[in-house]
T-cell receptor
Framework: GIQVEQSPPDLILQEGANSTLRCNFSDSVNNLQWFHQNPWGQLINLFYIPSGTKQNGRLSATTVATERYSLLYISSSQTTDSGVYFCAVLGSGNTGKLIFGQGTTLQVKP | ETGVTQSPTHLIKTRGQQVTLRCSSQSGHNTVSWYQQALGQGPQFIFQYYREEENGRGNFPPRFSGLQFPNYSSELNVNALELDDSALYLC?????????FGPGTRLTVT
C-alpha cells in the first residue's frame, strides 16, 4: 500500500518565524489533505490539494504529484499554530481510506 | 451548517465490555468514515459507510463493527474490549473526496 512520510517529526520555532513541513508519498495519488490537530484532538482541515498551490492567510501548500510530495508553509508563526500537522492521501481502491503520515509536531514559543 | 459531531467525548470501559460510539455527519454528507488514533500515531482507517453500506474496511478485527442510518449518522461498535483499544476514535464525513472530522471520542479501557 501507499506509504506516507512526514518531516521533520518535531519542530520548535520562535513566534514570527517561517517553516516548511514536507510530506512524501510512495505512489501517485488523487487526493491529498493537510490537517492541524489541536490539543483537544480535533483534526482541522487546512487544505485539500491533490496538485498545485493554494493559500489561506499565513498558510500555503504546494503538491507536486508527479514527484510525489507536498509542502505546507507556515509564515509568521503564532503560538496558536502549535500542534500536530498531518498530511493524508487517499488509498487505492474506492474505499475512502485516508492514509496518514506520522505527523509533524510544531511548538511555537512566544 | 452543522459540522460533524461525536458522542460521548470521553468514555472509560473495562476489558471485555462492549462500547458504542456515535457520529452525526455534516449536513449534506452521505459518507462516514471511522478512524482509530493511538497516542503519538496518525489515525488508522477502520471502515467507511456510504448510503448505509460498508464501503471499505481497514485492518481491524470483526469485533469492530458499524452501522449507518438513513439520516447518514453512524455508530461504531467494539465488542470484547482489549487494553489496546484505548485510543481516540475519530469520525469523518464527506460528500466528495475531502473528509471532515469530528472532535473525537477518547476511549480508555482498563
Amino acid at each position: 500500500g501507499i506509504q506516507v512520510e512526514q518531516s521533520p517529526p518535531d519542530l520548535i520555532l520562535q513566534e514570527g518565524a517561517n517553516s516548511t513541513l514536507r510530506c512524501n508519498f510512495s505512489d501517485s495519488v488523487n487526493n491529498l489533505q493537510w490537517f492541524h490537530q489541536n490539543p483537544w484532538g480535533q483534526l482541522i482541515n487546512l487544505f485539500y490539494i491533490p496538485s498545485g498551490t493554494k493559500q489561506n492567510g499565513r498558510l500555503s501548500a504546494t503538491t507536486v504529484a508527479t514527484e510525489r510530495y507536498s509542502l505546507l508553509y507556515i509564515s509568521s508563526s503564532q503560538t496558536t499554530d502549535s500542534g500536530v500537522y498531518f498530511c493524508a492521501v487517499l488509498g487505492s481502491g474506492n474505499t475512502g481510506k485516508l492514509i496518514f503520515g506520522q505527523g509533524t509536531t510544531l511548538q511555537v514559543k512566544p | 451548517e452543522t459540522g460533524v459531531t461525536q458522542s460521548p467525548t470521553h468514555l472509560i470501559k473495562t476489558r471485555g465490555q462492549q462500547v458504542t460510539l456515535r457520529c452525526s455527519s455534516q449536513s449534506g454528507h452521505n459518507t462516514v468514515s471511522w478512524y482509530q488514533q493511538a497516542l503519538g500515531q496518525g489515525p488508522q482507517f477502520i471502515f467507511q459507510y456510504y448510503r448505509e453500506e460498508e464501503n471499505g474496511r481497514g485492518n481491524f478485527p470483526p469485533r469492530f463493527s458499524g452501522l449507518q442510518f438513513p439520516n447518514y449518522s453512524s455508530e461504531l461498535n467494539v465488542n470484547a474490549l482489549e487494553l489496546d483499544d484505548s485510543a481516540l476514535y475519530l469520525c469523518a464525513s464527506s460528500s466528495g473526496p475531502e473528509q471532515y472530522f469530528g472532535p473525537g471520542t477518547r476511549l480508555t479501557v482498563t
